[in-house]
């Protein structure tokens, strides 16, 4: 029975090289000279440093860039609240999102069933398998899923035969 995986996973190792590239870009511009402005990574969580809240959107920007040019998509990216530290110091932790949450697995499932495809989905821990008896209904499905979920980043791995 043909069937393939919905995933929502981030490469990490491109974070890790969108967080280098930022830092590498951030010690070498001028509007940087001399400040604390850095971006580091701890697992699936990114904390900005910069002296103020101007300084952080300006680092958040040139992450976000990063992320764009690796292709690693910024809706994976959660973004918690500024926080001061220390004298006019701030900082920010971001999440990086992975797996899918239980209300986005229904709601793709609940997608599925109402398109009336000859297509079954099933909720598998952070991901949705969706099985089918035709290679082609498959990919219909991806097509559609693609189109209608556009909050979530929604990756397709295991596409099996």
Known sequence: MPSFDVVSEADMIEVRNAVDQSNKEITTRFDFKGSDARVEQKENELTAFA?????????KDVLTN????RKVDVRF???????KIGGDKVKQV????????????KKITKIIKESKMKVQASIQG???????AKRDDLQAAMAMLR???ADTPLE??????
């Open 51 to 59: 002296d103020s809240d101007f300084q952080l959107q300006q680092v």
């Open 66 to 69: 990063k992320l764009a040019k």
């Open 77 to 83: 990216l959660d973004e918690g609240k500024i926080e």
């Open 94 to 105: 971001i999440k990086v999102k992975n797996g899918l949450e239980t209300e986005d697995a």
């Open 126 to 132: 952070e991901s949705v398998r969706v099985t089918g």
């Open 147 to 149: 189109k209608e979920v």
């Open 156 to 161: 397709f791995n295991n596409f099996r035969d």
